[in-house]
């Protein structure tokens, strides 16, 4: 019988006011249900709302070195519980064992830099210009803050958003995604374990519509930071707009990586097919585009078809190279892609096909993909996928391989392969997109740099992680002193 869990309000586990549940199936084996949770109604969100505005004023007078110790204790907590997070994740998502339990590490790690950045917060002085004064800035909380998260990191989003958050004295309330909502019930469970006092950190599962929706659309939420898709993004920025509240969207991709005639072809290949089928491809950051010089087209297709076909595709217990699709709707939509490149005249080198048989019949397993010939008008080449879909273009210069990355409405991350300095640097200056690598994966940014995209894949407002991360969760505030 799988376990039901409650939302966590006011430092309490508690049923949804509708009596209702959904439930998780494993993506690998769907015979298996992971785990069920409340189906919440939008007067949940609003309890949640109610009581962690009723929390923030004390907590933001908790001095911040003590609000880090309990995310410290709270990182330890989720260490001491790493292979049972790394297990849940497994079977709610779909990621193979290695991903998830790096994912569970991050998420730790983010806990132990924050509960760090608590003794450092930091503010300015300058000079005044005025004499006997003192002329500074200090940062203050925002005050109650929503924060709405995909399926694709379950527990690495919500822990580089609710970290920041909560040691700049803003008191939370999460709405996890849906379809792994598991990981961040442990994460609460560690903050709870930790001493977080009750009211600040709270935790509402259900739908978009009535959990996030009252997120953007209530005036008691000073700041919302949300990461999806570009659809539900650009919608939840607009709601969020009518009563200025501070709004941070991260969203789609459609990421490239360059590769050029001095490239090794084999580094090329390993950095383009991590990129491109690691976590099943449902990264934002994923690979999607590999943007090839026609002087290495050839070898460079032969090699990427080689690496591709020989990927073990399993249950993420077994730890192999990829995963299942997280849902059928995933996995339908990438079928689905396919079928438009087979359409628009790309020419489908390997995979496209969904994985059935014995060991994939209940779950929800697509072949890792290769088109090639792929131009720039194709549906292929400018929409994001969200699936282990590689998309090979051929392109006759360097110039023209930077005006096919840009030429899409995303902009998160890029990279390219060269021993070219120039080529690497005019990259750097030329490509439109928050992250740029050289001799990289697209995938992957350490925690402590600022993330974000250009174009649609982010509101222009604040990136996240690092210090960035405690610039959105804060107002600064100027001070002027004379004595
Ligand atoms: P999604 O947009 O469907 O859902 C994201 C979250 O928003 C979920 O919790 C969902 O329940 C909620 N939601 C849905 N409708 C809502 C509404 N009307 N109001 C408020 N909240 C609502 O995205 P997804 O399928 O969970 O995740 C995949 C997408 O996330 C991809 O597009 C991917 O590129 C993107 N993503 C971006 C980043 C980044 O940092 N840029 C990172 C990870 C994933």
């Known amino acids: 019988m799988p376990t039901t869990y409650e939302n966590y309000i006011d430092g309490e586990w508690r049923d949804s006011t509708s009596g209702e549940t959904f439930q998780v ?20 969100v609003l309890e949640a709302i109610d009581v962690a505005c009723d929390a923030q004023e004390d907590w933001a007078e908790t001095p911040a070195p003590e609000r880090g110790a309990i995310l410290k204790r709270a990182g330890i907590a989720l260490d001491r519980r790493r292979d049972e997070a790394t297990e849940t994740l497994v079977r709610e998502e779909g990621k193979t064992q290695s991903e998830a339990s790096g994912e569970v590490g991050r998420a730790i790690d983010i806990f132990h830099y924050y509960a760090e950045k608590a003794r450092d917060l930091g503010g300015i002085e300058k000079s005044p210009s005025n004499r006997n004064a003192e002329l500074t800035t200090r940062r203050e909380p925002l005050g109650t803050v929503g924060i709405i998260t995909p399926w694709n990191y379950p527990i690495a ?9 909560l040691v700049t004295g803003n008191t939370v309330v999460h709405k996890p995604a849906s379809e792994a909502p598991g990981v961040s019930r442990i994460l609460f469970e560690c903050l709870e374990e930790a001493g977080l006092p009750d009211g600040v950190g709270n935790m509402v599962t259900g739908s978009g519509s009535e959990v996030g929706a009252p997120l953007s659309d209530h ?68 690979c999607s585009r590999a943007i090839v010089h026609e002087d290495v087209y050839e070898e460079f297709l032969d090699s990427i078809i080689k690496y591709t076909t020989n990927l073990t595709v399993a249950g993420g217990l077994e730890d192999p190279d990829m995963g299942p699709h997280v849902s059928e709707s995933e996995l339908t939509s990438t079928l689905e892609y396919v079928e438009i490149g087979r359409k628009e005249g790309a020419t489908l080198e390997t995979g496209g096909s969904e994985l059935t048989g014995e060991s994939y019949a209940d779950g929800h397993f697509v072949e890792p993909t290769v088109f090639s010939g792929v131009t720039t008008d194709m549906r292929l080449a400018q929409e994001e996928i969200f699936g282990p879909v590689l998309s090979v273009m051929c392109v006759d210069s360097f110039e023209e391989a930077i005006s096919v990355a840009n030429n899409v409405d995303y902009g998160l991350s890029a990279s390219i392969t060269t021993q070219d300095l120039s080529e690497a640097h005019e990259f750097v200056d030329t490509i439109e997109a928050g992250v740029a690598k050289v001799n990289e994966k697209t995938t992957g940014l350490e925690l402590h740099v600022p993330f974000g995209g250009y174009k649609n894949s982010s509101t222009n407002t604040y990136r996240e992680q690092g210090d960035a991360g405690l610039d959105f969760f804060t107002s600064t505030k100027t001070v002027y002193m004379n004595y």
């Open 219 to 286: 005036g008691s939420i000073d700041a919302l930071s949300f990461t999806g898709s570009t659809a539900v993004g650009t919608e939840v920025a607009r709601t969020s707009a009518t009563d200025l509240k501070r709004v941070q969207c991260e969203m789609g991709g459609k990421n490239p990586t360059i590769v050029m005639p001095s490239a090794d072809i084999s580094e090329a290949t390993e950095i383009v097919g991590v990129g491109a089928f690691g976590t099943t491809g449902q990264s934002c950051t994923a």
């Open 157 to 165: 989003i919500p822990a580089w958003k609710l970290a920041p958050a």
């Open 25 to 44: 199936r494993n993506p690998a084996d769907t015979d298996e249900v992971v785990a069920r949770f409340q189906k919440s109604r939008r007067v949940d």
